[in-house]
């Protein structure tokens, strides 16, 4: 299967219409006050992540079909159903990954805690405030890795980076289409968090916010990034992350909180013109195989450029 040039059109609409601009206005914060307030009313439910993160792609959704900021970007049918197959999929995969992470990094983690005398997270703290401290710390650690990996070839292409910044068009749903590879990449910073400190339940508010914000971060809406933008990642700073341009691409590695590139100097607030790693967007197959081979139009890839 050969690269697909597919014309895409990147036309953006600003928030015109009275749904529009409550969605650009209001969405984001209401969004992350209602799967904070579902976890807290049960804490300790393992189903309040997959339930909240279904909702917030089923809300993302509908809002995109109902008013998209780039109508282009839209994807329809048997595109829609396989990118929806392979989240499920690599989400078993990231819930496997956790496990593994678990059991291999639990025993370590928790002896290293106690001979460098790390056991000071603060349990006795509102959960609110300990699930807010596991996710920016987290978001600390994984804006090092997410840098890292657009810094070094090696890394961008053992983490299999490249096949989530291929994308010409992006939704909500783009949160979760990584390479299985990533997989590795992306549970190991909350992973680090938990076991090192031994935080306990917080863990699933943090991964709750997390999930919601990535999930936000990716969509094809018109939303408001001012006041929230400080400490949190807008879809308007993320979508500039995807750009095909490269000295864009290499801004604001924050996923969910955009905080860590406010205070690393790797901010950056602008409109992006056209998504992606090149001109061409490459099959899913070509997507797969990106660890071993960049396509040949790639923009953004480190080391690849001439
Ligand atoms: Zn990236």
């Not at 991964?207 to 094809?220: E, F, K, V």
């Not at 490269?246 to 602008?270: H, K, M, P, Q």
């Not at 070509?286 to 923009?299: G, H, N, Q, S, V």
Request: hydrophobic share 50%.
């Amino acid at each position: 299967m050969q690269s697909r040039n597919l014309n895409v059109d990147n036309q953006y609409l600003q928030a015109s219409t009275p749904l529009a601009r409550a969605v650009k206005y209001l969405l984001q914060p209401l969004l992350m006050i209602a799967v904070l307030a579902f976890w807290l009313a049960d804490p300790g439910n393992p189903a309040a992540f997959p339930l909240a993160i279904v909702s917030v792609q089923i809300v993302l959704g509908l809002l995109e079909r109902a008013v998209p900021a780039r109508p282009g970007w839209l994807i329809r049918g048997r595109q829609m159903l396989l990118h929806v197959l392979l989240v499920l999929l690599l989400s078993v995969a990231t819930v496997m990954v956790a496990g593994l992470y678990d059991e291999l990094l639990a025993d370590p983690l928790s002896r290293l805690r106690a001979n460098l005398g790390l056991d000071v997270w603060p349990h006795h703290w509102p959960l609110l405030a300990q699930m807010f401290m596991v996710f920016f710390l987290s978001e600390f650690i994984w804006y090092w890795f997410h840098r890292a990996e657009h810094r070094w070839a090696i890394v961008w292409r053992l983490s299999g980076h490249g096949a989530h910044h291929s994308f010409k068009r992006l939704g909500a749903l783009n949160f979760g289409l990584n390479h299985p590879l990533e997989m590795f990449v992306l549970v190991l910073p909350a992973a680090l968090v938990e076991l090192t400190f031994g935080v306990g339940i917080a863990v699933a508010g943090a991964a709750i916010l997390g999930t919601t914000q990535a999930s936000i971060a990716h969509a094809n809406l018109d939303l408001n990034p001012r006041g929230i933008g400080w400490l949190f990642t807008t879809n308007t700073y993320h979508i500039h992350h995807h750009s095909a341009v490269l000295e864009e691409s290499n801004t604001n590695y924050g996923c969910s909180a955009i905080i860590w590139d406010r205070v690393f100097g790797t901010f950056a607030d602008s409109r992006t013109a056209e998504a992606g790693t090149g001109p061409t967007e490459p099959s899913l197959w070509e997507k797969f195989l990106m660890p071993l081979r960049e396509p040949a139009d790639t923009a953004i890839a480190p080391g690849e450029r001439g």
